[in-house]
């Protein structure tokens, strides 16, 4: 029970140190930044926050020309 109490504690603070980055990043990609608090769900949440800056088109970024 332990161990499962200081596994919930270091995502949860992961997700406090992740967070304010991640809101910055989602809103200036054009994101809601609510979608940051994806990194509050242990291991997927990062994950799939990651996936969705890495692989979707960024709002932001519409009418700009891609080199």
């Given at each position: 029970?332990?161990?499962?109490?200081?596994?919930?504690?270091?995502?949860?603070?992961?997700?406090?140190?992740?967070?304010?980055?991640?809101?910055?990043?989602?809103?200036?990609?054009?994101?809601?930044?609510?979608?940051?608090?994806?990194?509050?769900?242990?291991?997927?949440?990062?994950?799939?926050?990651?996936?969705?800056?890495?692989?979707?088109?960024?709002?932001?970024?519409q009418?700009?020309?891609?080199?």
């Amino acid at each position: 029970m332990e161990a499962l109490l200081t596994d919930l504690e270091g995502h949860l603070l992961l997700g406090l140190l992740l967070v304010v980055p991640a809101w910055k990043i989602c809103g200036k990609a054009g994101f809601s930044p609510l979608l940051s608090l994806l990194v509050f769900i242990p291991y997927l949440g990062y994950l799939a926050l990651s996936a969705t800056l890495a692989f979707a088109a960024w709002p932001a970024a519409q009418g700009r020309k891609e080199d």
